[in-house]
Every structure is written in C-alpha cells, then in structure tokens.
C-alpha cells in the first residue's frame, strides 16, 4: 500500500510542479521501484517500446493527419454550409451547424481538440456576426468538441481496445448512439439559450430550393462521404480500424488537393509536420503509460484497488456513481490518453464484476474523460476555443456549466441503461 500511495503522491506532485504528463509519469514510476521494488529498472525501457510496437496504435497518427488534412483543406468548410443552409431558418441556427458540423466532422478525425479547432475555427467568427456572444459561441463549440472521441473513429477507444483486449470495431459501434445523443441534448440547451438571447435564426431568408438543395449537396459530397467510406468500410469488414485511417488520409488528400483543389503541396507538408509533432507526444505518453499500468499490475494494485471499492457497498449505482465520479476528477486534470491506459485495468475489473460489459464501460470511460476537455484547469477545448474566441475563460464558464449538465445527462444513460452502447453491437454481431 506504501507503493501505491507514493506511485500515485509523487505522480500528482509532479504534475502540480508543471512537469509534462509523460515525464511526469515515467519519473513517478521509476522512483516507485527503485525505492520499493526488486523489478530491474530495463522494464520501463522495454515496456515504453513494446507499449507502442502495435498495430492497431497505428491509426492514431493516421486519423490525426487526416483529420489535420480535413481541416485545412475544405472539408470542414463545405459541410458547415451545407448544414447552415438546411438550418439557417431554426432558432439558434448556428448554433446547432455548430453541434451537427462537429458530429460529423467526429467521425473523420477521432480527436476533440481536432473537432474544436476545425469546426470552432470557422463557427465562432460567424456566430459572432450574426448576434451570438463570443463566450457562448466558444463555449458551444469546445462542448460540441467533445463528441469528437465518442462517435466512431475515435483515438481513445483505440488506445482502450489495445489495453484491454476489447474489439475495437464493437466500440466503434457502441459509441454511436451516445455520440448522437450528446449531440441531441447540446442542440436541447442550444435552442433554450438562443430563444432567451434572441438568437432566432434567419427568417428572412429564402425558402430552400431543390436547385439549392442540389448545388449545395454536390458541393458537399465529397466530405459527407468520408465517414461513409471509413465507417462502412470497418463495419462490412472490408478493412480494419488501422487501414480505415490509412484510407481516410489518401482520401482527404485527394479530395482536398484534387477536387477541393484548397490544400497546396506546401500546406501538405506543413500539416504532416503538424501531426507528426503531435503523434511524437501521445506515442511518448503512451509508452510511459503503459509502464505506469504494466507497474501496478505487477504489483496486483488494480486488483487491490477494486476489492477496496467493492468493500465500501455492494450497491450497483452506487459503485458505478463513484467510478463516474472518480473519472471525472481525473479528466479534469490529465489527458484522456494516460488516463485511459493506467485507470482501464484497475477498473475494469471492478465493473465485470458488477455486470457490466468492457465494451460499455469503454464507452463509459471514455465520455467522463472527454466531459473533462470542458471542465477547468485542464480542459483542453476550452482553451482552443477561447483562443479562437479572445474571450475570458470567467465568461464562458456562465454557458459551460449548462452544457455540461446536458452532457451528464447522457453519461448516466450510457451508465445505467445498457442499450445505450450495446443496442447496435448487439445488432450488428445477429
């Protein structure tokens, strides 16, 4: 227990001295067993290179440059007006071109802070021009944002497949509901706040066209195919999650170079430096965390850890109310990557035993994780989204609080009503 509590104390110190989060985990488990294991200290060496030596982690640098691709080169663009004209007349308009933009722009990069900025980059302005307050336009967007790891494809459940075992392709499918329906509650509190603001969208506009509808929709076919073809390529079993990012990059690239013709051979090659920066970051977080988590196994913490939990109350909602709880604490602090890969072995124990499928607590995880992306100090969307936005994180806190509850709403579905998440896996396995 002494191990444990110095592990977990000197992880967190740490992280209150601005240590980065990778450094900050491999220097808080390298002193954990110099000082209180016999285990040679070449494990974390080795274990930071086998923890990254999968294919399956390949999509994840994939779906970071295609969502990258997407996002400069005209995709993001042509859906948001293609949305905006189907619901230029709706209260808080843009607001909900915002929600649906980021649904699908979800399923094509994987990443909610790549969802944020791709969709919130061009959003908020507008919003702004048509009457929205900067704070609420921001907020709207970092919210929406975080639908981008639950509908499919999605980083985090990649990363979670290859740590439990878990089909990736189920949790793909599993994170579709939820996906739509955090959607759906954040198109709710939308409508409730543009009414009260004023925000009643376009009514003078002209009544929508077939000829409109038509232009509009060949304009953006190319982008609303490519969740198609990644998606249904996965689920008829034409290719898996890895190749499906593999293909998502030579599609967008084509379609943004060739068709779009908006992504010159410079920006390419700047948005490939791009991704590749910031694939070196998660894959070094990735290894040191797999050393962190292959750490505590070794030491039976996760099984300790979740017959502690079970001691406190054998109630069902009780226990997984404390999960959430627990997870969400954490999401307010660390990134969804490490989080993911340290704390899905030590819990996922503890809900088998409950009942509780790993596909669905994949889901689970994963949503307190990204509600995390909007909640302070952490809450990386909310600072991409304030940044676009030049506005105070104090004023956006006003219309955040809001979303999340509409958020929450949804993770105690996901948690206490099993359909939710295996309704479609059930569906699609016959």
Do not use: H
């Not at 995709?75 to 004209?85: E, G, Q």
């Not at 890969?341 to 790993?358: D, F, K, Y």
């Not at 104090?394 to 609080?401: R, S």
Request: proline share 4%; charged share 10%.
């Amino acid at each position: 227990m002494q191990a444990t509590m110095f592990l977990f104390s000197s992880f967190f110190i740490l992280l209150f001295l601005a240590i980065p989060i990778g450094y900050a985990i491999g220097i808080a488990t390298l002193l954990t067993m110099m000082n209180f294991s016999n285990i040679p200290l070449v494990m974390i060496s080795q274990n930071a290179v086998t923890g990254v030596d999968s294919f399956p982690l390949m999509a994840i640098p994939f779906f970071i440059f295609a969502g990258n691709i997407m996002s400069t080169g005209g995709v993001a663009k042509r859906l948001i007006d293609f949305f905006n004209l189907l619901l230029r007349k709706r209260t808080g308009a843009l607001g909900m071109v915002t929600i649906v933009a980021c649904m699908f722009f979800a399923a094509i990069s994987g990443s909610a802070m790549a969802t944020t900025a791709a969709i919130g980059g061009f959003m908020i302005p507008e919003m702004e021009k048509r009457g929205y307050s900067k704070a609420y336009s921001a907020s709207l967007a970092a919210a929406a944002g975080t639908i981008g790891v639950i509908i499919p494809p999605s980083i985090p459940f990649v990363l979670y497949g290859v740590v439990t075992g878990n089909s990736i392709s189920d949790l793909f499918i599993a994170g579709m509901i939820p996906g739509i329906l955090m959607g759906v509650a954040l198109m709710v509190v939308n409508y409730i706040v543009s009414k009260k603001n004023g925000n009643l969208g376009d009514k003078n506009a002209a009544p929508l066209s077939l000829k409109k509808f038509f232009l509009a929709f060949k304009d953006a076919i190319w982008a609303i195919m490519t969740p198609v073809i990644i998606l249904g390529g996965i689920y008829g079993g034409i290719f898996t999650p890895t190749e499906a990012a593999v293909v998502a990059c030579v599609y967008a690239t084509i379609v943004s170079v060739v068709v779009y013709k908006e992504l010159t051979f410079k920006q390419l090659y700047k948005t490939l430096f791009t991704s590749m920066e910031v694939n070196g970051t998660t894959v070094f977080m990735v290894g040191l965390s797999t050393v962190f988590a292959t750490y505590l196994t070794m030491e039976q913490i996760p099984a300790m850890l979740a017959n502690a939990i079970l001691s406190l109350t054998s109630n069902k909602i009780i226990i997984l109310l404390l999960i959430n709880v627990l997870l969400l604490i954490v999401g307010c602090f660390i990134d969804n990557i490490p989080a993911t890969i340290i704390l899905a072995p030590i819990l996922l124990p503890v809900v088998r035993q409950l009942g509780m499928s790993a596909t669905q607590f994949g889901v689970m995880l994963t949503m307190n994780l990204a509600i995390g992306f909007v909640t302070p100090p952490y809450g990386i969307n909310l600072f991409v989204a304030q940044a676009v936005a030049g506005v105070k994180m104090e004023q956006m806190i006003k219309y955040v609080k809001w979303l999340i509850l509409a958020l929450f709403i949804v993770l105690a579905l996901t948690t206490y009503f099993e359909p939710t998440t295996m309704f479609l896996v059930k569906l699609f396995k016959g």
